[in-house]
């Protein structure tokens, strides 16, 4: 599997499926590499996965991530062969342990000790016997702290941090090792008005920062919680959401591969808070890619 350097991360949830196919698409013919997408409380994250390989013809599709209390670890195997044996190896899955609030509020299930939760449920995925057959394992975790991102490098091919700073992927990389994949998310605004940047900025972070795996990661990549209070301190937006022009916004890609990054996923908000992608910015960024 090539997912290249570079991929987009765009919200689906309330995404149409003619907007859907589009993504897939356009993502594709702009050269990315993988198309990264969420799992919550709208799509379910395998049969959309599905969805976008079929709109798509070289792209991979990622989850990112699929909850591990979604389903159990023998069906995410079969979900994951299922799809890499149909779409040519173009499934990239991955898992997460969720939030508390979405594990134990909206889907009923007790929320259990993140590390290991996630260690039985690869344990689970290594014993099930499927028998449709796929040409490799193609696994990453969803990781903030050290201990994650140390079992998503023994156990996965690596780890996909999102919500972070190019200091965090400096310390993943570290914890990680030189050989694991890392692919972390960033979010960006192509605008260079800074008031418009703060508002969507704000309006995209509001709902992790009632969470607590983000929150506290946060606290220890080094803000302060005044910094995180009253939904954050424009040095914390300015960390979250990168913006100004083209050159401003490939000043932070940059920065994450410099400090280890094998994959950046791009989140392109659109300045207009519209919840499609912004492809002004999808389109210009990609094309630093061979730059």
């Known amino acids: 599997m090539d997912i290249g350097k570079r991929g987009v991360w765009a919200s689906t949830n309330a995404l149409s499926s003619e907007q859907l196919a589009d993504l897939a698409r356009r993502s594709e013919a702009a050269g990315y590499g993988a198309l990264w997408y969420p799992e919550s409380t709208s799509y379910e994250a395998l049969a959309l996965g599905g969805y976008l390989l079929a709109n798509s013809s070289r792209i991979v599709a990622a989850t990112g991530i699929a909850n591990i209390y979604a389903r159990d670890a023998m069906a995410a195997v079969q979900g994951h062969n299922t799809l890499n044996a149909l779409y040519d190896g173009r499934f990239l899955l991955g898992l997460g342990v969720s939030h508390q609030p979405l594990v134990e509020g909206a889907r009923g299930h007790e929320y259990g000790k993140p590390l290991s939760a996630m260690r039985a449920y690869l344990d689970g995925m290594d014993a099930a016997k499927v028998a449709v057959a796929a040409p490799a394992r193609q696994v990453v975790l969803a990781a903030l702290g050290p201990k994650m991102l140390a079992l998503a490098a023994e156990r996965t091919l690596g ?133």
């Not at 993943?172 to 508002?199: I, Y």
């Not at 995209?204 to 990549?221: A, C, D, G, K």
């Not at 005044?226 to 937006?237: C, H, T, V, W």
């Open 159 to 291: 780890a996909l941090p999102y919500n972070v700073t190019p200091e965090h992927t400096r310390m993943a990389r570290e914890v990680m090792g030189p050989d694991a994949l890392l692919c972390v998310e960033q979010a960006v605004c192509l605008t260079v008005a800074k008031a418009n940047a703060h508002e969507v900025a704000g309006n995209h972070i509001e709902r992790y920062m009632r969470l607590p795996n983000y929150y506290n990661n946060w606290l220890r990549t080094g803000f302060s919680e005044q910094e995180l209070a009253g939904g954050g301190s424009e040095k914390f937006l300015n960390a979250m959401v990168a913006w100004g022009d083209v050159e401003d916004i490939e000043g932070r890609i940059q920065a994450h591969f410099e400090a280890g990054a094998d994959h950046v996923c791009i989140q392109a908000l659109d300045p207009e808070g519209d919840p499609t992608p912004d492809w002004a910015a999808l389109e210009a960024l990609a094309g630093r890619a061979a730059a």
